[in-house]
């Protein structure tokens, strides 16, 4: 392991432990809707224990900070990077998920790992959840645009490749999260100029004919099936810039973005967790709480958005109480040590990169 006194190594440890901290704070309310949350809790602002017992796709224990399927997940597609060297596919995250599942016997961990396990195995045959746009793929993969630091487009790319986790345009909405992290380690990075990469970054991967963009650009029906993710996108951060405020944009938002009756649908955890970051200016508190006390597919929204803004502010914006509490709560593996071989990953990469580029000067000479 490799812990670099550096902003690289802040900035990826941020985005991991800002993950994890965000699905911690937001799993002992997940489901709830913002009005019942206030009712029980007044604001969550703190990390709480657990009242309904572990589940699969929910904590593991019942202690506060433990964490849920969002990073579990996330920690997979680590490994898979970090087995990989960093060039990851989807045969690697398949694996992954694959050993993971023979690694452990209990059911808990089995029926966590069974839809990802059997979508690698079968593909298209298998529809993942139903076929639900879900955000299974966009709730666990910043380490994609962490490994990516600065390069929105590639960390689109390998995220887009490992959005097999789910279907439909969750696909993209997988992908734009990824490119934000990577856009939001860019030095001077603002929240404005990372969603504007992000987005910049899915029309750069995107192919379709000329006809269908005029078709979307004239008929308002079309816009939704053409540009799901960008009309929602854009519908949220007009409510966010409106208020600037992470709880007066609840209301509205309900109404704009009840898109399915899928709580975690993933265009929907994209647009709460961009929402969010834009009404907090980018402050990674006020973002996770924000995130939290929205309700709903809490846990995830906060992943997503804690994700963003601690690759954007780096670790020392998350409080340390909430980071040592998620650490002490999920020793296994330790999230810190994760972030440090992330960070010798990118490094390798970056001198490799560095060795090329003298090579074509050269040439170029």
Same mark, same amino acid.
């Given at each position: 392991?490799?812990?670099?006194? $550096?902003?690289?190594?802040?900035?990826?440890?941020?985005?991991?432990?800002?993950?994890?901290?965000?699905?911690?704070?937001?799993?002992?309310? @997940? %489901?709830?809707?913002?009005?019942?949350?206030?009712?029980?809790?007044?604001?969550?602002? $703190?990390?709480?224990?657990?009242?309904? =017992?572990? #589940?699969?796709?929910?904590?593991?224990?019942?202690?506060?900070?433990?964490? $849920?399927?969002?990073?579990?997940? !996330? *920690?997979?597609?680590?490994?898979?990077? *970090?087995?990989?060297?960093?060039?990851?596919? /989807?045969?690697?995250?398949?694996?992954?998920?694959?050993?993971?599942?023979? /690694?452990?016997?209990?059911? *808990?961990?089995?029926?966590?790992? =069974?839809?990802?396990?059997?979508?690698?195995?079968?593909?298209?045959?298998?529809?993942?959840? %139903?076929?639900?746009? &879900?955000?299974?793929?966009?709730?666990?993969?910043?380490?994609?645009?962490?490994?990516?630091?600065?390069?929105?487009?590639?960390?689109?790319?390998?995220?887009?490749?490992?959005?097999?986790?789910?279907?439909?345009?969750?696909?993209?909405? +997988?992908?734009?999260?990824?490119?934000?992290?990577?856009?939001?380690?860019?030095?001077?990075?603002?929240?404005?100029?990372?969603?504007?990469?992000?987005?910049?970054?899915?029309?750069?991967?995107?192919?379709?004919?000329?006809?269908?963009?005029?078709?979307?650009? &004239?008929?308002?029906?079309?816009?939704?099936?053409?540009?799901? !993710?960008?009309?929602?996108?854009?519908?949220?951060?007009?409510?966010?810039?409106?208020?600037?405020?992470?709880?007066?944009?609840?209301?509205? *938002?309900?109404?704009?973005?009840?898109?399915?009756?899928?709580?975690? =649908?993933?265009?929907?955890?994209?647009?709460?967790?961009? #929402?969010?970051?834009?009404? #907090?200016?980018?402050?990674?508190?006020? &973002?996770?709480?924000?995130?939290? !006390?929205?309700?709903?597919?809490?846990?995830?929204?906060?992943?997503?958005?804690?994700?963003?803004?601690?690759?954007?502010?780096?670790?020392?914006?998350?409080?340390?109480?909430?980071?040592?509490?998620?650490?002490?709560? !999920?020793?296994?593996?330790?999230?810190?040590?994760? +972030?440090?071989?992330? &960070?010798?990953?990118?490094? +390798?990469?970056?001198?490799?990169?560095?060795?090329?580029?003298?090579?074509?000067? @050269?040439?170029?000479?």
């Amino acid at each position: 392991m490799s812990e670099p006194a $550096t902003p690289l190594y802040s900035k990826i440890y941020g985005g991991m432990i800002g993950g994890a901290v965000g699905d911690a704070l937001g799993g002992p309310v @997940e %489901g709830l809707d913002y009005q019942e949350i206030e009712r029980l809790h007044g604001r969550v602002e $703190t990390l709480l224990p657990y009242s309904r =017992e572990p #589940a699969e796709h929910g904590p593991f224990t019942t202690h506060a900070g433990s964490v $849920t399927d969002d990073t579990r997940l !996330n *920690l997979i597609i680590c490994r898979a990077l *970090l087995d990989s060297g960093g060039d990851v596919t /989807r045969g690697d995250l398949a694996r992954a998920v694959t050993d993971y599942y023979y /690694r452990h016997q209990g059911k *808990l961990e089995r029926a966590f790992a =069974e839809e990802y396990f059997l979508k690698g195995l079968y593909g298209s045959r298998k529809l993942i959840f %139903g076929g639900q746009p &879900t955000n299974g793929a966009i709730m666990s993969n910043a380490p994609l645009g962490l490994i990516h630091p600065a390069d929105p487009k590639a960390a689109f790319a390998a995220a887009f490749e490992l959005a097999y986790l789910t279907d439909g345009y969750a696909k993209e909405s +997988a992908a734009i999260s990824a490119a934000a992290v990577a856009a939001a380690m860019r030095p001077g990075a603002t929240v404005e100029s990372l969603i504007e990469e992000a987005l910049s970054a899915a029309a750069w991967y995107r192919r379709e004919g000329p006809l269908w963009g005029e078709t979307i650009r &004239t008929f308002e029906w079309a816009r939704f099936e053409g540009r799901p !993710n960008q009309e929602l996108i854009a519908a949220a951060l007009a409510v966010a810039k409106r208020y600037g405020d992470v709880f007066a944009i609840r209301r509205e *938002l309900y109404e704009l973005l009840r898109v399915s009756p899928v709580g975690s =649908e993933a265009g929907q955890t994209l647009a709460v967790a961009l #929402a969010m970051l834009m009404a #907090a200016d980018g402050d990674y508190r006020q &973002t996770v709480i924000g995130a939290v !006390n929205y309700g709903r597919d809490n846990d995830s929204y906060a992943a997503v958005a804690g994700a963003i803004a601690g690759a954007l502010r780096g670790a020392g914006a998350v409080p340390r109480e909430w980071a040592e509490t998620v650490r002490l709560a !999920n020793p296994e593996p330790d999230i810190r040590e994760v +972030a440090g071989d992330l &960070t010798s990953l990118v490094l +390798a990469h970056h001198q490799e990169r560095r060795r090329n580029v003298a090579d074509v000067e @050269e040439l170029l000479a």
